[in-house]
């Protein structure tokens, strides 16, 4: 355990760390060692023992981890028994082969009652493992099957799960030539390429890959596009003359959900880092020389598309970049979706009473590292953060009110933030880490919550008859949640008007009573106060000072 005046010092140089460990790097990025958080480094080196020994014979190489893990011990990050023993050689994520319980990442917790659901309580933690954690990668790599079969290492391959959720392939050419000539934009298409617009130079078995066809969704999985799959008559890598254009960094083809809704478009990342995983067969598999290209003719924006950073550093194409050509790849692959059938994230069937799920917990910090998020240890005083929506519907009327309420308690600092005006995305995750009580009525803002500290509880002021959305996603992300309790102390506007016809509470602004509000986020308070990873940053903090920001109030 670090001295306390230790620990101090290596929370406030944090980021400085970071910066060290990158220039540290730059020497081994491809060859040694991935840009990626100490808990998750380790685990990468348990994955390929060939980097783990090259770094073991490289100094600088085991200074970077020892200061890494001295930022783990800092941040307190979850580590399991086994690791503090000193066994961290055999830590692994959970997908792996013979990855105990004891050394996986983490394991749910189920506190609820399994009765009437499962069998035991051991078959209810491992139903949630298997529906949305590292056991659900395990499932897709068992189901891997070789679709088309190669004789030679310079002929194609494609290699495919059930369902064709996922799908990787080498040397494959993909016939884009008939977009040119569409006038309509592409988007949730399932008709982008004709029959023969994919070829692989390899032994194909049409029988086997008929056989997983039945998802014939456009975000289900990758049917519509490998129907048209043929064996081509010529190798692809031998003859590229039969390419426009050969693209050989390592690509991801995706089919996104949406760009401008932070809920869905989310769904798309968190399935394109659970792909990292399914497709981990190289020490490359995290590298950032990447190229994703998006499914569709529309121009790609997003004020999310900062986090495609922490996947590349190359610019995103769509379909525009290719259209009217023929595309070699050299290395490509389908990845997860966001609408399959019982997926990850937006269809997954949540089992009763169980939680923290360590794919979502590997996810966010994942992305909190890539993107250089800054950390800041909590206080005594309660950092609340409140989602003031400045949207036609679902705005709380009587806001003032109870931020003034918030305000007057001496426990809390308070701040009023609007996602939707002034604030970059990189900037708002800042904000998040740095909560420990989020506050917003129903909406893609409350996404959020996956960048919350462990210890940390969301309050979803009123989930406007939905819900299971976001409890269901703090349940996999692990942090607290709680929303309005009692029904006739919320006012709503109106009845609410659907655009389609007939109410709904999605269309309407809503008040709130202020004592039970209160009441409600001192309970949450109390949750965080009793966190113990909370409590182990309390005891060691800093004297608090005076806010400063105008938005503290």
Same mark, same amino acid.
């Given at each position: 355990?670090?001295?306390?005046?230790?620990?101090?010092?290596?929370?406030?140089q944090?980021?400085?760390?970071?910066?060290?460990y990158n &220039?540290k790097l730059d020497?081994?990025?491809?060859?040694?060692?991935?840009?990626?958080?100490?808990e998750h480094?380790?685990?990468?080196?348990?994955?390929f023992?060939?980097?783990r020994t090259?770094?073991?014979q490289?100094?600088?190489?085991q200074n970077?981890?020892?200061?890494?893990?001295n930022?783990?011990?800092?941040?307190?990050?979850?580590?399991?028994?086994?690791?503090?023993?000193?066994q961290?050689s055999?830590?692994?994520?959970?997908?792996?082969?013979?990855c105990?319980?004891?050394?996986r990442?983490q394991?749910?917790?189920?506190?609820g009652?399994h009765?009437g659901?499962v069998?035991?309580?051991?078959?209810?933690?491992?139903t949630?493992y298997y529906?949305a954690d590292?056991g659900?990668i395990?499932q897709?790599?068992n189901?891997?099957?070789l679709?088309?079969e190669?004789?030679?290492?310079?002929?194609?391959?494609?290699?495919c799960?059930?369902?064709?959720?996922?799908?990787r392939?080498?040397?494959?050419?993909?016939?884009?030539?008939?977009?040119a000539?569409?006038?309509?934009r592409?988007?949730?298409?399932?008709d982008?390429l004709?029959?023969?617009?994919?070829?692989?130079?390899c032994?194909f078995?049409?029988?086997?890959?008929?056989?997983?066809l039945s998802h014939?969704?456009a975000l289900?999985?990758?049917?519509?596009?490998l129907r048209?799959?043929?064996?081509?008559?010529?190798?692809?890598?031998?003859?590229?003359?039969i390419c426009?254009?050969v693209i050989?960094t390592p690509?991801?083809?995706?089919?996104i959900?949406?760009?401008?809704?932070?809920?869905?478009?989310?769904c798309d990342?968190?399935n394109?880092?659970?792909?990292?995983f399914v497709n981990?067969?190289?020490?490359?598999a995290f590298?950032?020389n990447?190229?994703?290209?998006?499914?569709e003719?529309y121009?790609?924006?997003s004020?999310?598309?900062?986090t495609?950073?922490?996947?590349s550093?190359?610019?995103?194409?769509?379909?525009n970049?290719?259209?009217?050509q &023929?595309?070699?790849?050299?290395n490509?692959?389908l990845?997860l979706?966001?609408?399959m059938?019982f997926?990850?994230?937006y269809n997954t069937?949540?089992?009763?009473?169980?939680e923290k799920?360590?794919l979502? &917990?590997?996810?966010?910090?994942f992305?909190l590292?890539?993107?250089?998020?800054?950390?800041h240890?909590?206080?005594?005083k309660i950092?609340i953060?409140?989602?003031?929506?400045r949207?036609?519907?679902r &705005?709380v009327?009587n806001?003032d009110?109870?931020?003034?309420?918030l305000?007057?308690d001496e426990?809390?600092i308070?701040?009023?933030?609007?996602?939707e005006?002034?604030?970059n995305?990189l900037?708002q995750l800042?904000?998040?880490?740095n909560?420990?009580i989020?506050i917003?009525v129903?909406?893609?803002?409350?996404t959020?919550?996956l960048?919350?500290?462990?210890?940390?509880?969301?309050?979803?002021?009123?989930n406007?008859?939905d819900?299971n959305?976001?409890?269901d996603l703090a349940r996999?992300?692990?942090v607290h949640?709680?929303?309005?309790?009692?029904?006739?102390?919320v006012y709503p506007?109106d009845?609410g008007h659907?655009p389609?016809g007939?109410a709904h509470?999605?269309?309407?602004?809503?008040?709130?009573?202020?004592?039970?509000?209160a009441?409600l986020?001192s309970?949450?308070?109390?949750?965080?106060?009793?966190?113990?990873?909370?409590n182990?940053?309390?005891?060691?903090?800093?004297p608090?000072r005076?806010?400063?920001d105008k938005e503290?109030?």
């Open positions: 355990m670090l001295k306390p005046c230790v620990r101090l010092i290596l929370i406030s944090l980021l400085l760390l970071s910066t060290q &220039r020497n081994y990025t491809l060859t040694i060692l991935p840009d990626l958080p100490p480094l380790k685990r990468f080196l348990n994955t023992p060939k980097i090259e770094c073991e490289i100094q600088e190489c970077i981890l020892k200061t890494f893990n930022i783990s011990q800092v941040q307190g990050n979850e580590i399991s028994s086994a690791a503090k023993e000193g961290e055999g830590v692994c994520w959970g997908h792996e082969i013979n105990t319980r004891e050394l990442f394991t749910p917790s189920c506190s009652d009765t659901w069998q035991s309580k051991e078959a209810q933690i491992n949630l529906q590292f659900y395990q897709q790599i189901e891997l099957l679709m088309c190669p004789k030679f290492l310079t002929d194609s391959s494609l290699e799960n059930k369902y064709l959720k996922f799908c392939g080498r040397n494959l050419l993909f016939d884009f030539r008939n977009l000539g569409r006038a309509e592409i988007r949730y298409h399932m982008v004709n029959e023969g617009g994919i070829k692989g130079y032994r078995n049409r029988s086997l890959l008929t056989e997983e014939m969704g289900q999985s990758w049917s519509p596009e048209n799959f043929v064996e081509a008559d010529e190798s692809i890598i031998e003859n590229e003359t426009d254009m050989t690509t991801f083809l995706m089919k959900d949406a760009s401008y809704n932070m809920y869905h478009h989310f990342f968190f394109l880092f659970a792909t990292l981990q067969t190289h020490p490359s590298d950032l990447t190229q994703v290209i998006i499914w003719t121009p790609y924006d004020p999310f598309a900062v495609f950073k922490a996947f550093k190359n610019p995103v194409w769509t379909l970049q290719v259209k009217g &023929r595309i070699c790849f050299r490509v692959v990845p979706l966001p609408r059938i997926g990850l994230y069937p949540l089992i009763h009473g169980c799920s360590g979502f &917990r590997a996810f966010s910090e992305i590292h890539r993107l250089r998020i800054p950390f240890p909590p206080r005594r950092r953060t409140f989602l003031a929506r949207t036609k519907y &705005r009327l806001e009110e109870l931020i003034a309420q305000a007057s426990e809390y308070v701040k009023r933030i609007s996602f005006r002034g604030l995305f900037e800042t904000i998040t880490r909560t420990d989020l917003g129903h909406g893609a803002g409350l959020h919550l960048f919350l500290p462990d210890w940390a509880g969301v309050f979803e002021l009123y406007c008859d819900p959305c976001y409890r996999l992300r692990g949640y709680i929303t309005w309790e009692k029904r006739h102390l506007q009845e659907h389609e007939g509470a999605k269309f309407t602004n809503y008040s709130f009573d202020g004592k039970e509000f009441r986020v309970k949450l308070a109390n949750y965080v106060r009793n966190h113990k990873k909370y182990e940053y309390i005891k060691n903090a800093s608090p005076e806010p400063k503290e109030l």
